[in-house]
């Protein structure tokens, strides 16, 4: 299972394209419910060990899988941590970001960026 963070450092789990957040830990096993559990009421869980190894999905989900979201998680995180361990402007930290981005061919689509938006200046 890969971990990415949350918006508020929390760990989240990635399984087969499916966000997971931990809802408790028991011993050597780690219990995850599906990120959309709140919002959707989707009963999608997954039970690893404490490595996040030997994944067991125990529920389906009532939903399909949004690479974007995934995406879009990775990238906040990644400009949440340059912000903290660097004294580089945001616009600076952003357009590094993107740079990486264009590197790896993602989809423009994925952070829900604009064209321009570095670019655009107030009138």
Known sequence: MEVVKSQRGNDLGVHEGFIYKKEKVRGDKIYWVCCKYDRERCIGRCVTNSK????????QHNHTVNPSELEKRKRLG??????????????????????????SQASPYSFGRRPGLLSSSRT
Do not use: H
């Not at 945001?90 to 970001?97: F, G, K, Y």
């Open 52 to 59: 996040g190894e030997n994944i067991v999905s125990t529920q």
């Open 78 to 103: 990644k400009l949440k941590e340059l912000a903290v361990a660097t004294q580089d402007l945001p616009c600076q930290i952003i357009a590094e970001v993107e740079e990486e981005e264009e590197v």
